[in-house]
């Protein structure tokens, strides 16, 4: 990869544009892993009234949609794949008839265009939900916690009884201090990477 006026960091930025990987940095021993996705589910659970101190969580349940029709070059639709309609529906989230008309060029198969459109339609029939949670990180203070350690990338189970929460969410951000863990905090998220994020990987590793 060449790339012109930019700095290291830059370059890295672009290899995982173009092979869809992750990074994860040793500052220490000054070494940079690169990985198809960083972390693991190791077991590791967040629970009140354990190791779980607050939970807070933040989605956006206005910007979804249900329906989708989309359209390609030539105003292509998807109704002779599609059992005669020009549009596809997922509920998965609400029963109610929210509406997107999809409409890009580069489309000109009219089976593609339908499986990029139950790509993105299942990513946006639902809220975004993000948490933050203050973290008593009992694996730093005593070995007999060991299945209770983290990372970033990790996917962990968090269960919270007061507000209805038991779901899988991967660590997207750690927050450490080391000489007091009880303070420790993480923002965890439902979140996969985005139809256009993978669009724009897919174009950049056509160009590469």
């Known amino acids: 990869i060449t790339l012109n006026k930019v700095n290291a960091y830059n370059v890295f930025e672009k290899i ?30 967040f629970a009140k009234d354990l190791n779980l101190r607050q939970l807070t969580d933040k989605s956006d349940t206005y910007d979804f949609y249900t329906k989708i029709i989309p359209i390609g070059a030539d105003d292509l639709t998807i109704d002779e794949v599609n059992n005669g309609l020009s549009y596809l529906e997922n509920h998965q989230y609400s029963d109610k008839v929210k509406v997107l008309i999809w409409e890009d060029s580069n489309y000109t198969d009219p089976q593609a265009l ?5 790509y993105k ?28 350690e983290y990372s970033v990338g990790d996917t962990v189970l968090l269960i919270d009884g007061e507000i209805g929460v038991r779901e899988e969410q991967r660590i997207v951000k750690t927050t450490e201090y080391p000489y007091s863990p009880s303070k420790n905090t993480c923002e965890l998220s439902n979140t996969v990477l985005s139809f256009e994020d993978l669009q724009k990987q897919l174009l950049a590793a056509a160009e590469a």
């Open 16 to 45: 995982c544009e173009i092979f869809a990987c992750e990074m994860r940095f040793d500052t220490l021993n000054k070494v940079v892993y690169l990985q198809e996705q960083i972390g693991e589910n190791r077991g590791a659970y």
């Open 114 to 118: 339908k499986d990029d459109a139950e």
């Open 121 to 148: 339609l299942n990513e946006i029939s639902k809220p975004k939900i993000t948490y933050s949670a203050k973290i008593m990180d009992l694996a730093k203070q005593s070995d007999q916690y060991s299945i209770l």
